[in-house]
């Protein structure tokens, strides 16, 4: 069975559809041995939409050519296989030197070993600090690091003015509370348009727009046995079942909630990331809607879980030449041009501060304000079983099969045994 294990996982990565980009240097340069007719090859796996995809490729053109002497192979590899894929190549010695991943599963790689320390090249590297504290915790594991965030994004509300100006409700400004909030999902909603969309999706996407309700209520993800997280989990489950959210969100990524029922005008409001805003111009670019942060508690408003992509370097032959490609590809005039061409947020602040879409885009500039107070899911080298646990809590809540206290006893003994 083994062998019948490693031979697929050898086939799947041999078999992969390569193709070639360039890369550029914007003046750093690697100096490599040998012959210089036979260029160092990198190997980078990302998982990353075709649109985006596009983008990246045109800088990885860029350092190659700056660069003769490395050449770049690139892999995509759909979101939900990253990590699967990561693992079958550990298990045949077939890993890519560099992998562009969920900004979540960066510890859970470097806990098993498969990304590598980078400490000391960042340290010496002397940028980190120009980093959001929320990004960069994200590739931080016991004190060192195993990652760069490359690009990143983070959670606000997007509404439908015209639906608020017909239901005559005021817009939510950026002092709202989440009683506010509450008051216009329910005044919002309609025959026509429901109050809410969010996501309800049994995977990571659900728990990253979950868990700013259980933030909201004074709870996390190892405090889910209290009474504030029943509260966070009760709010949700009353907007569902009160029919201000589609019943139909539980089978629903991000990407179809605002493509079906956003973009067509059929909810008011979305609990949304940045790059939704590039979905929506696509599909209805006359939309009439604008964003706003979360909610406030006790004057501050809530903070935004960290979404994105981070670098890993999975190579130690090849470390001087990988680190050289992570290194430019995470300059601030680097991450500032990928992110306003990909609709994301700079995970420095030095790049978003330079870039002027996050000053005057009336959306972006909201979730640029929201990335000083975001931060990262866990970080915890168990996250995926961990966000497991709470996507089954707030399914057999919504469902009906458990109440919201049972639900979430059932999640906090299965993440207690998930840390022993």
Sequence with gaps: MKKRILSAAVAVILTAAMFTGCASSGGSSTTTSGDSSKPTTLQMWYHISPDQAKVLLTFLDEYQSANPNIKIE???????????????????GQLPDLALCDTVDNVSFAAMGVADDITTEVNAWGDIDNFYPGPKSSGMYNDKYYGLPFYSNCLSIMYNKDIFDKMKVPYPTSDWTWSDFIDK???????????????????????????????????????????????????????????????????????????SLFSTGKSAMMVAGSWLSKNIKNANPNLNYAAVPLPMVDGKNTASPIGGGNLMMLTKDKKAQT???????????????????????????????????????????????????????????????????IQFAVQDTLSGAKTPEQALKSASDEIAAIKK
């Excluded at 690139?74 to 045949?92: D, H, R």
């Excluded at 728990?207 to 009760?234: I, M, R, S, Y």
């Design 185 to 259: 999902v329910h005044k919002t909603n309609s025959p026509d348009a429901f109050g809410l969309t969010m996501c309800l999706f049994k995977s990571e996407e659900g728990t990253f727009d979950e868990l700013p309700f259980f933030w909201q209520a004074g709870a996390d993800w190892n405090t889910l046995n209290t009474p504030q997280a029943v509260d966070g989990l009760k709010t949700i489950n009353d907007l569902y079942t009160g029919h201000y959210m589609s019943k139909e969100l539980i089978s629903m990524t991000q990407a179809d909630m605002c493509s």
């Design 74 to 92: 690139t892999q995509s590899v759909p979101f939900q296989e990253m990590k699967k894929q990561l693992s079958i190549g550990t298990a045949a």
């Design 323 to 389: 680190w050289d490609l992570m290194k430019w590809l995470n300059s601030k005039d680097n991450q500032q041009k990928y992110c306003e061409q990909a609709g994301y947020i700079p995970p420095r602040k030095d790049a978003a501060d330079a870039g002027e879409i996050w000053k005057t885009d009336p959306i972006l500039s909201v979730y640029q304000k929201s990335m000083a107070n975001a931060r990262a899911r866990g970080p915890h080298p168990q996250w995926p079983q961990i966000s497991s646990a």
